[in-house]
DNA sequence: GGCGTATCATTTGTACACGAATGAATTTGG
DNA sequence: CCAAATTCATTCGTGTACAAATGATACGCC
């Protein structure tokens, strides 16, 4: 019988050593709480997705911006917000020009349809974050996302 | 200008709302987190990525069983495992039999060249960890593997 | 003013991730 | 004991993710 908690393995030599248990760490924990967190989203904001509603919400924040430089502000990179401004972009969500003074640039900015159902969502949105934490307390939340904060930002 | 922290928007009709700030949301920071730890793993540990990893450091730990059964020990749907063991076969690293009472079933088992492989890239692995959560004490490692296990498993 | 460097968008290739559908095999309940 | 429900593996389709290569354009600095 091992007990609960932190384990140990005992090697042949005596020495005591850390064992590798999959489910103790971090990048595997993180996986697990990104898929229960994914898994709540899909649920309650069905026709987007997470990161397509990310997209979303930040051009309604920020205004029209460069496809590059909305893909920094929702941390995808160049080839991934590509990927989910064409999908919004074949659904009418976005609508794309090429920017005035930079010919390299593609200007992104929300449709009316698109500023419509992103501001229908922003409340289902907020409950899906608070659904995602409902398993802690709200002292524990304030904790968690703090530290999980420092962690993100290394 | 914005206080940091918690921000609030006031609303036409007077009244205050939590604003919908995307760098809050929980779903957010955790894709962020991921991604951190993916890249401090991908640096570490180059020809095998954290879910091919997961797989074989599980083999390892629990000997050979079926396809679907490694799956759910590592939180892979079954189309998902299946994708990675095709890889990890393809390399040599796991071995595949028709399990002996049961026809529907596959076998999955590390190959020798695959248990050197894991028991080489067990340090390695350790350390992918502690650097993900350099950014935090030993206290709030604690305190962030309770709560994050919390979240993942509702 | 022009050349080297940087930036923007795109494409290609690989690898998860999951819902849904399928078919074969096993288990269960009446 | 046998029909219904379940399980196992596979396949298909869609949607991230990211590295690397490419071509067009803009910018820095001499």
Redesign the interface.
């Known amino acids: 019988m091992r007990a609960p908690g932190k384990t140990f393995q005992v090697l042949p030599g005596g020495r005591a050593a850390?064992a590798?248990?999959?489910q103790?760490?971090?990048?595997?924990?993180?996986?697990?709480?990104?898929?229960?967190?994914?898994s709540i989203?899909a649920a309650r904001i069905s026709d987007l997705t997470?990161p397509q509603f990310?997209a979303l919400?930040?051009l309604h924040?920020v205004g029209a911006t460069s496809q590059n430089q909305l893909g920094q502000m929702?941390?995808m990179d160049a080839a991934t917000i590509k990927g989910v401004i064409d999908r919004l972009k074949a659904r009418g969500l976005v609508e794309l020009e090429p920017h005035g003074k930079d010919r390299r640039r593609l200007v992104v900015s929300l449709s009316e349809k698109g500023r419509e159902l992103v501001e229908a969502l922003?409340p289902e949105?907020?409950e899906?974050?608070e659904e995602?934490?409902a398993?802690?307390t709200p002292r524990?939340t304030a904790?968690?996302?703090r530290?999980?904060?420092?962690?993100?930002?290394?």
């Open positions: 850390d590798y248990d999959l103790e760490q971090v990048g595997f924990i993180l996986r697990k709480a990104n898929q229960r967190h994914l989203f997470p990310a919400a930040k924040e929702v941390a922003l949105a907020l899906v974050t995602t934490l398993p802690l524990e904790t968690f996302l530290l999980l904060t420092k962690l993100a930002e290394g």
